[in-house]
Antibody, heavy 118, light 110 residues
Framework: EVQLVESGGGLVKPGGSLSLSCAASGFTLTGYTMHWVRQTPGRGLEWVSSITSDSAFIYYADSVKGRFAISRDNAENSLYLQMTGLSPDDTAVYYC???????????WGQGALVTVSS | QSALTQPPSASGSPGQSVTISCTGTSSDVGGYNFVSWYQQHPGRAPKLIIYEVTKRPSGVPDRFSGSKSGNTASLTVSGLQSEDEADYFCSSNAGSSSLVFGGGTKLTVL
């Protein structure tokens, strides 16, 4: 069974940093493009970042470009999101997902809540 | 990249059909056949129910169907059931380096 489990969420002050992890099981991360998507009550779902199977291609939404960094460790079957320069607008539930590049996201994790507040 | 436009709410009685629209532009919905639909129950992660405009993943009932005309994609739920009450989101490829979502539609089964 494919499972994605996010961790690392929490409360951080504006301007701070936080790192999210996503542990994959039930499949081998190698060969799959992976994504981060966030969700807020007011703004719905928002694509954040994508990374191809070999990390050769990485993409970011304009809203996080220059502040967030996606990475993966295929040997550890894990996906990461390093977030810096956080603002209250980054407050959201962050999901990791497996799916085709810029197409359907077939499996999602349960999400990790990130709250940016002083 | 602007979000795709969905009606905030939709409703129907059990057994009826309801259609949810998702309007974009020629740079996303109208330009690619990579429109997807997701169902999300409260407190749960989104679940893929339609991909590539019309295709259904294994296990998704055929009561769910997708279509597209020009810059607008649509999700139709036929034979409404109580468990269909959920939020529905569309997404589309918006070029080689971007994915865009709709604002979501809350479907109520009356």
């Amino acid at each position: 069974e494919v499972q994605l489990v996010e961790s690392g969420g929490g409360l951080v002050k504006p301007g701070g940093s936080l790192s999210l992890s996503c542990a994959a099981s039930g499949f081998t991360l190698t060969g799959y493009t992976m994504h981060w998507v966030r969700q807020t009550p007011g703004r719905g779902l928002e694509w954040v970042s994508s990374i191809t199977s070999d990390s050769a291609f990485i993409y970011y939404a304009d809203s996080v470009k220059g502040r967030f960094a996606i990475s993966r460790d295929n040997a550890e079957n894990s996906l990461y999101l390093q977030m810096t320069g956080l603002s209250p607008d980054d407050t959201a539930v962050y999901y990791c997902a497996r799916g085709k590049l810029m197409a359907e996201l077939e499996y999602w994790g349960q999400g990790a809540l990130v709250t940016v507040s002083s | 990249q602007s979000a795709l436009t969905q009606p905030p709410s939709a409703s129907g009685s059990p057994g009826q059909s309801v259609t949810i629209s998702c309007t974009g532009t020629s740079s996303d919905v109208g330009g690619y056949n990579f429109v997807s639909w997701y169902q999300q129950h409260p407190g749960r992660a989104p679940k893929l129910i339609i991909y590539e405009v019309t295709k259904r993943p294994s296990g998704v009932p055929d009561r769910f169907s997708g279509s597209k005309s020009g810059n607008t994609a649509s999700l139709t739920v036929s034979g409404l059931q109580s468990e269909d009450e959920a939020d529905y989101f569309c997404s589309s490829n918006a070029g080689s380096s971007s994915l865009v979502f709709g604002g979501g539609t809350k479907l109520t089964v009356l």
